[in-house]
Structure formats: structure tokens, C-alpha cells
């Protein structure tokens, strides 16, 4: 089997990166940023954000409920801000299921 490098992760990424990852324009994560209190990146002494890895986390969650759901945003704030614990739950199993799917494929396509 091939040796596989560990990816590693940053502490900090650029909001350009960030809208990469979910391949929405930059404007939209900044405007998420203003529509949901969960987020909250921090941001350098010129003004540029900085996201963890928990906010890339929360908006990964919000672009599900409305890009994947298609919920509205407001129906977005109230589900995140009454049944957080809910929402990120059953985010964490979405996740754990698509990287299983994913090792299943790596798998199957090795055969």
C-alpha cells in the first residue's frame, strides 16, 4: 500500500481559502459572518479574518442547511440557535459517513 502523507492543518486560514473550500464567493462567507452570531473569526491587525477550524466547521454546517437543504435564513438561525447540539450531531454523523464512503471507494477502486 503507498505511503500516504498526513495532511497538515492550519490554524488559521484567509477567507479566500475558506470560500475556496465551500465554493462560494467571498462575499457570501462575509456575509454569513454577518447573518450568524456562531461566527466569529478573529481577525489580524490590517482587518483580515482568520478562521479556525470550528468556524470552518460552523459555516460548513450553515452552507448545509442552506445550500443543501435549502432552508432560509432565518430558518437557519433559529434551527442553529435552538437545537445546536441537534444540528451538530447529525453534521458530525453527515461527515463521518461521506469519509467511510470515501475509504469504501479508495478501497474498491484498489481491488
Known amino acids: 500500500m503507498p505511503y500516504?502523507?498526513?495532511?497538515?492543518e492550519k490554524l488559521y486560514y484567509a477567507i479566500g481559502e475558506v470560500a475556496e473550500m465551500l465554493n462560494v464567493p467571498?462575499?457570501?462567507?462575509?456575509?454569513?459572518?454577518n447573518e450568524f452570531d456562531i461566527l466569529?473569526?478573529?481577525?489580524?491587525?490590517?482587518?483580515?479574518?482568520?478562521f479556525t477550524q470550528a468556524d470552518?466547521?460552523?459555516?460548513?454546517?450553515?452552507?448545509?442547511l442552506l445550500k443543501e437543504e435549502g432552508m432560509t435564513l432565518d430558518g437557519a438561525?433559529?434551527?442553529?440557535s435552538g437545537k445546536?447540539?441537534?444540528?451538530?450531531?447529525?453534521?458530525e454523523i453527515n461527515e463521518s459517513l461521506l469519509r467511510v464512503k470515501s475509504i469504501l471507494l479508495d478501497i474498491r477502486d484498489n481491488i
Open 56 to 64: 470552518i466547521k460552523n459555516l460548513k454546517i450553515i452552507y448545509h
Open 26 to 33: 467571498v462575499s457570501t462567507v462575509r456575509f454569513w459572518e
Open 77 to 80: 438561525r433559529k434551527k442553529l
Open 4 to 8: 500516504k502523507e498526513k495532511k497538515v
Open 40 to 50: 466569529k473569526p478573529m481577525k489580524n491587525k490590517k482587518g483580515n479574518r482568520l
Open 84 to 91: 445546536w447540539d441537534e444540528t451538530d450531531y447529525k453534521y
